[in-house]
């Protein structure tokens, strides 16, 4: 069954500190890992991605560990700041299958100043 | 660059009654979906259309219809509204099954 699980439900975090995002999946066959932000009262946007040919993709302060043999994969955030306060969501995909992106429930991160 | 329009920006209906929510994109991306999302949690898929005509049914597609009338539309019919699906539906495009996904901004569902 495909499933994306993420955790922790909610998290708050000080200013400056690093943000630690988590989920995992199941289907091994999963090929795209993107993260998507989604601010209150909002739509969800993309943040960032990662394909499996690749075990880190950063862009900024964001960063995406990816680790296939355990099927887990991470989203860093490198000196949070307020305006990071927001509920993140992982989601997995398969190339090929029609783009439908399985996405996890959400991370609600608070950074506190 | 493009947009997404979502009509209505708030949708009330009775219980039972058939509604239709529109998505209007001019990215002109070939695939557009229909998730909902309920009160703190994720993005269920409802519906998809990788082209023109063409309907792929989703997770939570039970209850739903939805028409590629054209290209830049997608719509979704609440074929009988009940009071537990009360949601925000997010409508998304992209410019194929492979790439990013770009969200509308979203119709609230309230059932009475």
């Not at chain 1, 999963?30 to 993309?46: I, T, V």
Request: proline share 4%; aromatic share 12%; glycine share 8%.
């Amino acid at each position: 069954q495909q499933q994306v699980r993420q955790s922790p439900q909610s998290l708050t975090v000080w200013e400056g500190e690093t943000a630690i995002l988590n989920c995992s999946y199941e289907d091994s066959t999963f090929d795209y890992f993107p993260w998507y932000h989604q601010f209150p009262g909002e739509s969800p946007a993309l943040l960032i991605a990662i394909r499996p040919v690749s075990n880190k993709k950063e862009d900024g302060r964001f960063t995406i560990f990816f680790n296939k043999r355990e099927k887990k994969f991470s989203l860093h955030i490198a000196d949070s700041q307020p305006g990071d306060s927001a509920t993140y969501f992982c989601a997995a995909s398969i190339t090929g299958n029609t783009g439908k992106l399985i996405f996890g429930l959400g991370t609600t991160l608070q950074v506190q100043p | 660059g493009g947009i997404i329009t979502q009509t209505p920006k708030f949708l009330i209906g009775q219980e039972g009654q058939k509604l239709t929510l529109k998505c209007q994109q001019n990215f002109n991306h070939d695939t557009m979906y229909w998730y909902r999302q309920d009160s703190g949690k994720g993005l269920r898929l409802i519906y998809y259309s990788i082209t023109e005509n063409d309907l792929q049914k989703g997770d939570l597609s039970e209850g739903y219809d939805a028409s590629r009338e054209k290209k830049s539309s997608f719509s979704l019919t609440v074929t009988s509204a009940q009071k537990n699906e009360m949601a925000v539906f997010l409508c998304a495009s992209s410019i194929n099954w492979a790439a990013e996904q770009f969200f509308g901004p979203g119709t609230r569902l309230t059932v009475l």
